[in-house]
């Protein structure tokens, strides 16, 4: 492709347009279509491809709400290079408010994907075929999932200097190392040689201003670092690193009651929350088992021993 050429879902994008293209995701029994809009802005100026995806989850919202934004507030719209925002890429699930596709699969474990699978095999071979190869940098918007609320933070390879200088740029409270996941999006992405930072912000069914307006900004620093939008690059704060982490899991059966602030930095043995039971027999506490910030924890108000609770740092010397 030279560069005078974006070819996109069968459309050329000429520079200085837009389009807004539907990707087939299925043919349904009802005889309809289901479609998937992707928003395509490309500069007058050749640059790199940056894309962001949200909804990878139908039932992340904060992930839906900073496209939303970032599309409303025109940043999606380039001085170099081409922006593609795909809002709400599980369409199945964000109608259903679900994490699921409807064969019951998490999509973000079917990548790249197969022509001749499950239905969410063959969704992401067309995204890993059509749309991944066109790209050169990927933020992936994503909120905790299964009643657990993720502080703001972006994830990606420590190692990876290009991917962790970004991550410092996008201004997030944390930085989390985190491996590549297989048969995930974030894997097949780096498989190309492409750049890819995971966002994790907030709980699922949920919309949380502050995560979004985290997520809004870390990606106009991405754009400006990319010098794909003008203006400086404002972070807040520098970010803490974590570059272990673990969950802490639940050392009984019972209700669950956390008593410390998600982002919050604890000493060894500080009481991080309790566990009772409903006829008041007993009530034990969790504990701190070494000095750790939290950056993850169960919001649930049930748990079984063994659950995960807290998402901690394991500080090392």
């Excluded at 504990?287 to 995960?308: Q, R, S």
Aim: glycine share 10%; proline share 5%; with cysteine.
């Amino acid at each position: 492709m030279s560069n005078n050429e974006f070819k996109i879902l069968g459309k050329e994008i000429k520079k200085g347009e837009g389009a807004i293209l539907e990707m087939d995701v299925a043919k349904l029994h009802t005889r309809n279509s289901l479609r998937i809009p992707v928003i395509v802005e490309r500069a007058r100026h050749d640059g790199p491809v940056l894309l962001l995806m949200g909804g990878v989850h139908g039932d992340e919202s904060n992930g839906v709400a900073i496209l939303r934004e970032i599309i409303r507030k025109k940043y999606n719209k380039p001085k170099r290079g081409t922006i593609i925002c795909i809002p709400v890429f599980n369409v199945f699930g964000y109608l259903n408010q679900s994490r699921e596709f409807p064969d019951g699969r998490d999509l973000n474990r079917m990548f790249p994907g197969s022509p001749t699978g499950s239905l969410a095999s063959q969704f992401a071979y067309k995204f890993s075929n059509e749309i991944a190869p066109l790209v050169d940098y990927v933020i992936d918007f994503h909120t905790g999932g299964a009643g657990r609320e993720n502080f703001t933070n972006v994830r990606c390879v420590l190692q990876e200097e290009k991917t962790f200088d970004l991550a410092k740029v996008f201004g997030a409270p944390y930085i989390v190392n985190s491996a590549y996941i297989p048969k995930s999006i974030r894997e097949t992405i780096h498989k190309m040689g492409k750049v890819i930072l995971l966002f994790e912000g907030g709980k699922s069914l949920d919309l949380d201003q502050s995560v979004i307006d985290y997520g809004v900004e870390g990606a106009l620093n991405i754009m400006k670092r990319l010098q794909m939008q003008n203006g400086e690059i404002i972070v807040k704060k520098d970010p803490i690193v974590v570059q272990k982490s673990k969950w802490l899991r639940a050392p009984y059966s019972g209700m669950f009651q956390s008593q410390v602030k998600n982002g919050s930095r604890v000493k060894r043995k500080e009481i991080l929350g309790k566990i009772f039971d409903p006829f008041g027999e007993f009530e034990k506490k969790v504990t701190a088992p070494f000095d750790c910030y939290i950056f993850g924890l169960n919001t649930a108000p049930i748990v079984h021993k063994g659950d995960a609770i807290f998402h901690v740092s394991i500080e090392t010397t």
